[in-house]
């Protein structure tokens, strides 16, 4: 597994770097339907010049580079020992590099380990799977976001919504209700993973996996395709707006998933996500660790810039206050 490590490394500095196309089609549909000439306007222009500076620079997009999560799918018969002490190994390699910001802190001294690793971090999740090649996946999710997750337990009161019961039309008051309480706090626009049932740990894990759906798919599942729908639309009338400034666009993805639940129990949890939405994967040859593919998009493929569809002209001042 000679490259193992080095592949991992270019996999968390991309991720940090340059977000994946659905993320950019999605924020580029919000910079053309919002009003020009407006705070959020003005606030998606910066968020466009900043998305471009960090790929041209190859910096992280947002000065909190989130808790490192990796979904790990491994043939049968690799070891997983060595993977784990690989993915640490890239995470502090990368940190040392600046391509992320040192993150972990001891919950009980309040120190910060300086390399992102620690008690539980990064977060790695392992599934073995009948494929010959390694498949990593990787979601940076911040912690500005991270606090605006939200968990349902229905039937339940929701301010300005009233009444949400132990159905469809409850979960949808639950969803929007998570949207307009994350308001500015959540760095909008923003997605959200949601997880109907399951119970309260695992609800919240799930809900996170959605966020590894692209923005542009469609539901398997034609009542919650609906639904998600049905949230995009009406989300985005509720004028929070881009950081909390109002306007048109405050969801740029709404992802459904349901679980089976115990009779006693209906919660809905939302994993909330803001615009810096760094997820990306690769495919591993499982004997050198090479990278053989990547998942969320095609690396020969130019990247197409944000901020000519925001016409917001650089000085030269702002490099140094975007990020």
């Given amino acids: 597994m000679e490259f193992l490590t080095n ?36 606030a998606l222009g910066v968020i466009a010049s900043n998305i471009d500076m960090a790929k041209d620079d190859e910096a992280p997009i947002c000065q909190d580079t989130g808790m490192p999560t990796f979904i790990v799918h491994t043939p049968v018969g690799v070891n ?24 972990s802190v001891d919950s009980l001294t309040g120190k910060n380990s300086g ?3 620690g008690v539980e971090t990064p977060v790695i999740h392992f599934e073995q799977w009948e494929e010959d090649e390694i498949e990593v996946k990787l979601i940076l999710k911040g912690g500005g976001c991270e606090n605006k997750n939200i968990q349902y337990t229905v039937p339940c009161e929701l301010d300005h919504l009233g009444r949400a019961d132990r159905n469809l039309e409850g979960v949808r008051k639950c969803i929007l209700h998570a ?12 997605a959200v993973g949601v997880c ?15 966020l590894f759906r692209t923005l542009d ?12 729908d049905e949230i995009m639309q009406e989300a985005n009338r509720i004028g929070v707006g ?28 939302v994993a909330y996500d803001c615009w810096a939405f760094r997820r990306l994967g690769v495919r591993l040859d499982a004997s050198s660790g090479a990278i053989t ?8 493929r130019p990247v197409e810039r944000m901020a000519k569809a925001a016409g917001f002209p650089l000085s030269g001042a702002e490099k140094l206050q975007l990020r």
């Fill in 293 to 300: 593919g990547w998942l969320y998009r095609d690396p020969n």
């Fill in 217 to 228: 798919d469609v539901n398997p599942v034609p009542e919650l395709a609906k639904l998600e």
């Fill in 196 to 210: 109907i049932g399951s119970d309260r740990a695992h609800g919240y894990d799930l809900a996170k996996m959605q």
């Fill in 242 to 269: 881009a950081m909390g400034f109002g306007g048109r666009v405050s969801l740029i993805g709404c992802k459904i998933g349901a679980a089976n639940r115990l009779p006693a129990s209906f919660f809905v949890s």
């Fill in 7 to 42: 592949s991992l490394i270019e996999l968390i500095t991309q991720t940090s770097t340059n977000l994946p196309p659905d993320v950019r089609a999605a924020m580029g549909m919000a910079l053309e339907n919002e009003t020009p000439d407006t705070q959020a306007s003005q």
């Fill in 179 to 190: 949207v307009w309480q994350a308001q500015g706090q959540g760095c909008a626009p923003g």
């Fill in 115 to 117: 390399n992102n690793l």
């Fill in 80 to 103: 997983q020992i060595h993977l784990r002490k690989a993915i640490r190994e890239a995470v502090a390699e990368a940190t040392r590099r600046g391509k992320l910001r040192p993150n």
